[in-house]
């Protein structure tokens, strides 16, 4: 704690916007990793295959019991939008999914940008309170008389070395959650986007099938 002092000392006042950056950053990066990786995101693969079985049995309940199973899960809400209009045209049951994918996909790109946003401005402020340290650096060395030359040029030195390494140490991480948070959405809308149109095939032609037997059958 002594060591957090003694630098937000020395960096000077650029270290305050520094320190309300590092708060916003990490508040919603946990925010954003909590909500994609723990709440919104499932194995794609074995919930499909799960609901894949439902349908082609033609338990279409059961696999809006499954989707149900996973409120939170993102896959889990497409395409039980599609699901539930399975006895519909085939076109409704489409625009069901397309209006479920606008509605998820926005909650799951919610306040991401910011966190590269966030970055950007703690590197950018370090970079200012360099430029302050430097600034009073040179202005000691004109300035003052030569007795206090060297405490004034070694806080001013301080100051931006202090500034520096404060914004990148908020910017790195917050980069690498950024990166981490984008990879894990877009593999979340890729299966989405998968699963869905493999859902409304599937269904399409499993009417074709129950159509084709129904004329054999008559």
Same mark, same amino acid.
């Given at each position: 704690? /002594?060591?957090?002092?003694?630098?937000?000392? #020395? *960096?000077?006042?650029?270290?305050?916007?520094? !320190?309300?950056?590092?708060?916003?950053?990490?508040?919603?990066?946990?925010?954003?990793?909590? +909500?994609?990786?723990?709440?919104?995101?499932? @194995? /794609? #693969?074995? +919930?499909? =295959?799960?609901?894949?079985? $439902?349908? !082609?049995?033609?338990?279409?309940?059961?696999?809006?019991?499954?989707?149900?199973?996973?409120?939170?899960?993102?896959?889990?809400?497409?395409? #039980? =939008? /599609?699901?539930?209009?399975?006895?519909?045209?085939?076109?409704?049951?489409?625009?069901?999914?397309?209006?479920?994918?606008?509605?998820?996909?926005?909650?799951?790109?919610?306040?991401?940008?910011?966190?590269?946003?966030?970055?950007? !401005? =703690?590197?950018?402020?370090?970079?200012?309170?360099?430029?302050? *340290?430097?600034?009073?650096?040179?202005? =000691?060395?004109? @300035?003052?008389?030569?007795?206090?030359? $060297?405490?004034?040029?070694? &806080? /001013?030195?301080?100051?931006?070395?202090?500034?520096?390494?404060? &914004?990148?140490?908020?910017?790195?991480?917050?980069?690498?959650?950024?990166?981490?948070?984008?990879?894990?959405? $877009?593999?979340?809308?890729?299966?989405?986007?998968?699963?869905?149109?493999?859902?409304? @095939?599937?269904?399409?032609?499993?009417?074709?099938?129950?159509?084709?037997?129904?004329?054999?059958? &008559?």
């Amino acid at each position: 704690m /002594g060591a957090i002092v003694d630098a937000f000392d #020395k *960096g000077g006042p650029f270290m305050w916007p520094i !320190m309300i950056l590092a708060i916003f950053a990490l508040a919603i990066g946990a925010e954003r990793l909590y +909500f994609i990786i723990v709440k919104s995101n499932i @194995n /794609g #693969k074995a +919930f499909y =295959a799960q609901v894949q079985k $439902q349908i !082609m049995n033609g338990t279409l309940e059961a696999a809006v019991r499954t989707c149900n199973e996973v409120p939170d899960a993102a896959l889990g809400q497409v395409l #039980k =939008a /599609g699901l539930t209009r399975a006895n519909q045209d085939i076109k409704e049951l489409s625009d069901a999914i397309d209006e479920s994918v606008m509605e998820v996909f926005p909650r799951l790109d919610k306040r991401t940008a910011y966190l590269n946003k966030l970055a950007n !401005m =703690a590197t950018l402020t370090g970079l200012l309170g360099t430029i302050q *340290g430097l600034i009073q650096a040179f202005d =000691a060395v004109a @300035n003052l008389p030569a007795d206090q030359k $060297q405490t004034a040029l070694a &806080g /001013g030195i301080s100051t931006a070395m202090f500034t520096t390494m404060s &914004g990148l140490i908020v910017a790195i991480p917050t980069i690498l959650m950024d990166a981490i948070v984008a990879n894990k959405t $877009q593999k979340i809308k890729d299966e989405i986007e998968l699963y869905a149109l493999k859902t409304v @095939n599937l269904i399409e032609s499993n009417r074709r099938t129950s159509g084709a037997g129904a004329a054999a059958n &008559g």
